[in-house]
């Protein structure tokens, strides 16, 4: 039985044709700064999203902990959304390791207005730790992989300027929300100091991710990466990777989003499950499972078994991403799939 695994959109493995750039990549050691893959990945994405400078990393919890503590000092405030995934899935890195302390924003679905950041500014006065840095996530994969339109990031980033923070972009998901808004990269981008994004996503690479900013702070981003243990030597082999993904993997993210809107409509059908519909923006699909069924884990348990793995994220949440190595075909599978599952649970 073939498995149809929608657990994350990092389970994609590499394709022969990706394997074969990986192959060819001209390699240098990227610590003495002379791996021209590397170099040239770094060149290629800073120039995507209209900075100056960009700085490759292994991961995206890294890639988010050298922005953070780049453009803070220990004691300074965060402010991010309260499902946030640097606040949420990174260990607590951003306190462990840069110091920081966080005041939340909530909603629903991960946006939210320029409004909501003054009132949670710290005052300016010994007491009080200084707030530092917003952090906006985009696509929002708590909130379902939510976009945030582009006049609405104009806004809470203006807003934000002018109370004097800095901006960093999680955009892990960015070309998602490229994909699915046809907003270019760079205008999402404008708004912010540094942005992460990651390659082992959406795009199907199997290492890696980037922080992309201007050169001051990128070059503060490269010490601290060192610092983390996460500067690498013959790494043109994985850019080649994340350079292959860019060329040939943004444009099909589409088909990603048309699975999930197909697999969350189907699921939307079936009795015992449900959906917010006008949730699924992108690649995600969060649905809840009535507890006369079992537990989310329980029905991920039943799904296993017939082959198709998701995630339970809670008693009665899963969560289902389309990706790469999941064809509209598998797509159907699935759903008859949890229709089977759903049946047996409820007997
Ligand atoms: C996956 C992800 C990251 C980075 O995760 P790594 O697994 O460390 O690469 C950062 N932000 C968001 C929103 C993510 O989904």
Redesign the pocket.
Known sequence: MSTVDLRSD?VTRPTPAMREAMMRAELGDDVLGDDPTVRALEARIADELGKPAACFTP??????LCAVRAQTEPGDEIIMHATS??YF??TGGFAAIAGCSARFIDSPDGRFGPEVIEPIMRPVEQHFARSRLLIV?NT??KGGGTVWPVDLIAAVCERAKSLGLRRHL?G??LFNAVVASGTPARDYAGHFDTI?T?F??GLGAPVG?AVIGDEATIGRVRRLRKMFGGAMRQSGLLAAAALYALDHNIERLGDDHNNARRLAEAIKEIPGLSVELDRVETNMVFFEVDPALGTAEDFCAALDQRGVRMLALGETQVRAVTHLDVSAKQIEVAIDAIRECVQSLAL
């Not at 991961?59 to 988010?64: D, E, L, P, V």
């Open positions: 990092t991961s995206g919890t890294q890639a988010n995934h640097v899935y990174e996530e929002h994969n999680d892990a998901r992460s990651c082992s996503k991710s």
